[in-house]
């Protein structure tokens, strides 16, 4: 039997780099995932053993519709299919799942564990109705075990980068999630991919993992509710463009000027703020679709004036909203979230510039609702001292941010590269 994940050995820390999510794992399964598997690839895999392409429909029925998990689930196939299939691929690739509530049971945390005991988190949200609005349930999901990107203020970029998700493994958190609303009569209305990772440097099993959960004979989403959120990876974003308009694109800029952005968002240094806008300029303009742009609010750091006015003008004229988003309490930054009234004011001055503005309220903080902070939590503390130096690294390069300085990138940092 496996130990429930609260039992999980902790992972070991380097003192480089924080806790490190790659920490002690067991080999990873070699069986691809089953939901993984696109029907040409299913049918292709029926024919060689001989089975008649109809099996390829009764098997993506019993994994998309039957939410299976278990060779058991797939219901309807004989027995020796079953067993050739449970040889071949895993019927789910999430070994175990712990999910702790908060918001009066309206957000769902759910901490994830994988064949190689590595973590990764999802989100499950409940919106009520309101005017005009149907209720929603929103599941934020991970496309990568801990992230390269390294923002200060993420519990994913404490951790650093782990590995890739296979496409399985991404569409699997889904499928969890369908399961328990399917517990009771709910069905999943949107898909946001702003869990840990950077969906735009783990592209190919993203855009197969969107495929599938967009498929009508497979979870069959409409492609208007599912939203990537990159931290501004150009040439990713320039690849979406030219597949049209699949889903929603959303980019995190935190920042409009390149000193600060630099320091906020490490992967800045290799595309700058004004590639990145470009980009997710052109993407409105080929795919007519609005370009969402997310802004963490960072007391002092990014919640001014001169930065509110900085966005305005960055963005004027464009095809776009901007979503300001408190910062979450994380560990190891010497930050604080902006307070209720310096985000008014910031979205009041976006707003008389004709950009529309939504504040994020977030959810779940008591449960470390922020993407990471959970597994960052059970990865365990960085030593002290590497805190202390990180701590002061960021206080010494926001100030000279402040100041219109850039600083050198930090070493291992995911712009020191470029
Ligand atoms: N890597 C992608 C998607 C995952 S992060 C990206 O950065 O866009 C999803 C969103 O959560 C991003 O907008 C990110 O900036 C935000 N986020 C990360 N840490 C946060 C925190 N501590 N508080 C609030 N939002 C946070
Ligand atoms: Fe990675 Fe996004 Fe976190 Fe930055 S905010 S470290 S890109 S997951």
Redesign the pocket.
Known sequence: MTPPIATLPRAGADPARGPDPSGPTSPRDPRPGLSGLTPDELRAWLAVRGLAAYRARQVADAVWRGLARTPEDLRGLPRDLRAALAAAFRVDTIVETEVRLADGGRTAKVLHRLSDDRLVESVLMRYPARAGRRERDTL?I??QVG?A?G?P?????ELGFGRDLETAEIVDQVRDAARRLAGEGRRLTNV?????????LNLDAVLAAIGALTDSARFGLGARHVT?????VVPGMRRLTALGPQFTL???L?AARDPLRDVL?PLNRRWPVAEVVAAARDHARATGRRVSY?H?MIAGINDTERDAVALAELLRGDLAHV?L??????AH?PWL?SDGPAVERFAARLRAAGIGVTVRR?RGQEIGA????LAAERAGEPPPAAVDRRRKRLVAESAAALRGERSPAAPGSAGEAG
């Not at 990537?228 to 501004?232: E, I, L, Q, R, W």
Request: hydrophobic share 40%; proline share 7%; aromatic share 4%.
């Open positions: 934020c991970s496309s992230c990107v923002c203020f993420c519990a994913t970029g946001v991919f702003m869990g840990m990772g950077e969906p735009l990537v959120s990159t931290s501004g959303a980019v995190s935190h968002v997310e963490v979503n988003i408190p910062m979450n309490p994380v930054t979230a977030n922020a993407c990471g902070q």
